[in-house]
């Protein structure tokens, strides 16, 4: 059977809801638009007046208070041009505690004070704690650009200083400027805030915005609302202007709130039956969908949704969705056991490198000193050498303690001392902090057995330094190992193929242990760049590689009936 569309269903009932609504709105509004208009209109204008009484004492004050300081301080203002020192400095002490008393003291609603003279580049100011130092600083210069302005000038204006508007008074006379300040958005704060339905604007005479009591004021806020009243303030040099927005002329009707109770009564049954609808037809399919999605990140790969949906689109869906996983899953298998497969074929060649690396070395060896006749030597040889075998034939290719490799290395150079006695000095510094953390197995063995290689002579004596410590790299923390030489270096060709992105062992065999290495690393911990190979000046050469606290990747053997089992294990 045919199940349903969801998307119908919806739609029928938002519909039902809509036209119910308009049809009680129109109504409503119809009814009480004009009662509500000619309320806000009478209550704008009030307002406005009002507000505008407040704004314009506030100013007349501040004028006030630089008229008295002008006439209280004449004498001390005049000794400010005083050609001695010391008299202009006593004059500007009393300027300076004058206008300090008068604003502590709350004597003028100013919210800066400040006497700027151009004689000698005096400029004296006192705040309230509201402005920090770099807006004192900006009111502060601009009026030392008043005080070189030449005549005589007194008027109200405003100015943006430091990002801020600011209404301020001047008096200009005799190279000398003395202002106070006000800021626009503080003499808005004092005004009611737009929950009332109202907002207050205030403006210059050429309708340029100084302040608002909206929170996000622009010169557009003028055009945003309806005017209902200026109020025009220090003879029209500023207009204070009350404006409604569109949004809060409904909230001020005040009758038939039966009309209104019912409206929301209907809305909230509709709202109900909707509600339960598409909790039932929506929201439910779209949980279980969700857990399933989350047990799914969990690995859970075998989860699958089973219930049954009452519209046709999530039917559809679940379907399509359970599809798809069965085929992601099985893709995501396949794939995996393609890389197993891959990982541990080519761990299992560098291992068989590695070894034979080692033992052709070591039967080299024995034969050459069993040419010279060092019978001696040879059995301390072949007992370090087999010490050697058991550690590297214990395990295969997995982490150990650094500090066993550490051990493994000393008997290694052991072992090399019986082949180039006193051609060999080196030095461990490994931290006690760090001997446990896990490196691969034979990292270190290869490099020092490479420097037996290449570097060591009979003729010379060889500095070996091998140092361990803690780094970060790419914001993780990691082993860094570092071992150098005092001997010829890498020749170039080398570096330059053991330090590219593509490089491979050559078909000669040389170097194939420092490939090696670099390979194992690339595969046990998934990422590049963890060795790295150069010379030192003035001879020399450095081998450093950074260790991952775990590995992503090992290839390692347990014990099991019968025998021992090789895996990689990730």
Known sequence: MDKPSFLKKIFLLFFSMVALLAFLLGAYLWTFYDVMAREERQEGTKQAEIHGVEIQA???QMDMSVRDLLQRQYVNLQLLKNPEEAGRFYAAQSVFRYLKDV??????????????????????DYAVSGLNYWDREALRQFAKSFAYTLGTDQQWSHAVLNQQEYVYRVYLFEGRAVMAYYRAAQLTAMLPKTETGFYFVLSDQEGNLLSSTGTSANQETL?????????PLLNGELILSCLVQPHFLWPLLRTNMTAVLLMILVALAVTMLL??????????????????????????YDVRIMESFGTREFEQLKNS????????????????????????????SIRLQLRPHFFLNAITTISSLEQQNRNKEISVYVDALSRNIRYMFRSGLHTVPVKEEIQHIENYFSMQECVYPGC???????????????????????????????????????????RVSLCKLDGE??????????????????????????????????????WSIRRILELMYERQGLIQFSNITPHGCMNTMYVPRKPLHEYSTEPEKGGSHEHLVG
Not at 223 to 231: D, K, M, N, P, V
Not at 284 to 300: G, H, L, T, W
Not at 338 to 348: F, H, R, T
């Open 424 to 466: 060999i000095f080196h030095w461990i510094d490994l931290p006690e902090e760090l001997a446990g953390w896990p490196i691969p197995q034979m990292l270190i063995q290869t490099i020092i057995e490479n420097e037996y290689k290449y570097a060591v002579s009979m003729e010379d004596v060889l500095t070996i330094l091998i």
């Open 275 to 300: 509600f339960r609808y598409m909790r039932k037809q929506l929201y439910a399919p779209m949980q279980k969908m969700s857990e399933v999605m989350d047990r799914i990140e969990r690995q859970e």
């Open 103 to 124: 604003l502590a003291n709350n004597k003028t609603r100013a919210e800066c004070l400040v006497v700027a003279d151009n004689a000698y580049d005096i400029c004296l």
């Open 477 to 514: 923390q990691m082993l860094k190992i570092t071992i150098e030489d005092d001997g010829k270096g890498y020749p170039a060709e080398v570096l330059e193929a053991m330090n590219s992105k593509d490089v491979q062992p050559s078909a000669d065999g040389n170097r194939v242990g420092l």
């Open 223 to 231: 055009s945003r609302g309806t005017l209902i009243a200026s109020q």
């Open 321 to 348: 969705f359970n599809h798809l996983m069965d085929e992601i899953v099985n893709l995501k298998i396949n794939r995996y056991e393609q890389i197993i497969a891959l990982q541990d074929m080519e761990l299992k």
């Open 58 to 60: 506030v100013l007349e």
